[in-house]
């Protein structure tokens, strides 16, 4: 059973930063791709950033340039740092890992930025 914790959620102002960690119970290797997405109130779920296996990196559009995706080798965590933080970026954010069949999610942390 792959378990994945997060944490590092919290309100910021706008323009702030946050890093998001997402603990995996194992190696982040194992997983095809790791990363994030997010879920605004009355929204869909959307990719927010991933890496893969090989260290391919993946970035929504509305990401670009603020928020770095990393993995700590050590630590089997896989690390979001958001900078310049807006509104709009307000939403529950979940780690997802993915095989090749089956994916994986944890239960969120709440990233709230006040204007």
């Known amino acids: 059973q792959v378990q994945l914790v997060e944490s590092g959620g919290g309100l910021v102002q706008a323009g702030g930063s946050l890093r998001l960690s997402c603990a995996a119970s194992r190696s982040t290797f194992n997983f095809n791709a790791i990363g994030w997405y997010r879920q605004a109130p009355g929204k869909a779920r959307e990719l927010v950033a991933t890496?893969?296996?090989?260290?391919?990196?993946t970035y929504a559009d509305f990401v670009k340039g603020r928020f770095t995706i990393s993995r700590d080798i050590a630590k089997n965590t896989v690390n979001l740092q958001m900078n310049n933080l807006k509104p709009e970026d307000t939403a529950r954010y979940y780690c997802?890992?993915?095989?090749?069949?089956?994916?994986?999610w944890g239960q969120g942390t709440q990233v709230t930025v006040s204007s």
């Open positions: 890496i893969s296996s090989g260290d391919s990196t």
């Open positions: 997802n890992a993915r095989e090749i069949v089956f994916a994986y």
